[in-house]
Antibody, heavy 122, light 108 residues
């Protein structure tokens, strides 16, 4: 059974860069027909898709965050990462990683990691 | 841009049927997906491609689509179904993904 586990800095200062990693177990990150995504949820609010990355390294980012987001994949470690630059308090959220299932042009998230809270504060 | 609109809240009594809608122009061309998020937990997929149910999801969960609106139906609601429910879809290319604002289901 595929499992995903987020890790990284839980407290980031304003204007700095948020860095998170998602470790994938129970399957290979290089499997076809999947990509790997980050989603966030500010406290008490809804879900926001951040972007996804293929094992080839190709990426798609939410246009509202594109200028600050970088995703990468490390196939040797079976993990993928998120970097979000120039953070502000508005970036405080629970960050989830998830596998993106791809069937033709259709994409959905399954499964999800448990999420990790990142707080932006000085 | 593309948006998905959900009612903020839906309330039903145990045993009744809950219907949660999600509307948006993209839904006339793209499938919708539904996630259940219980308090303090990660979301879980409950419906994919408008009406397909993943293994392990109870049969009381079903989905339907009509034009630019999709509906998640929970028949015979149980107390354990109390959660936030999010719809998700994509833009016309299928590459850019979006969530609805979420609907809180309260079981009275």
């Amino acid at each position: 059974q595929l499992q995903l586990q987020e890790s990284g800095s839980g407290l980031v200062k304003p204007s700095q860069t948020l860095s998170l990693t998602c470790a994938v177990s129970g399957g290979s990150i290089s499997s076809g027909d999947y990509s790997w995504s980050w989603i966030r949820q500010p406290p008490g609010k809804g879900l926001e898709w951040i972007g996804y990355i293929y094992h080839s390294g190709s990426t798609y980012y939410n246009l509202s965050l594109k200028s600050r987001v970088t995703m990468s994949v490390d196939k040797s470690k079976n993990q993928f990462s998120l970097r979000l630059s120039s953070v502000t308090a508005a970036d405080t959220a629970v960050y989830y990683c998830a596998r993106v299932v791809i069937v033709v042009a259709n994409r959905w998230f399954d499964p999800w990691g448990q999420g990790t809270l990142v707080t932006v504060s000085s | 841009s593309y948006e998905l609109t959900q009612p903020p809240s839906v309330s039903v009594s145990p045993g009744q049927t809950a219907r949660i809608t999600c509307s948006g122009d993209a839904l006339s061309k793209q499938y919708a997906y539904w996630y259940q998020q219980k308090s303090g937990q990660a979301p879980v997929l409950v419906i994919y491609k408008d009406s397909e149910r993943p293994s392990g999801i109870p049969e009381r969960f079903s989905g339907s689509s009509s034009g630019t609106t999709v509906t998640l139906t929970i028949s015979g609601v149980q107390a354990e179904d109390e959660a936030d429910y999010y719809c998700q879809s994509a833009d016309s290319t299928g590459s850019y993904l979006v969530f609805g604002g979420g609907a809180k289901l309260t079981v009275l």
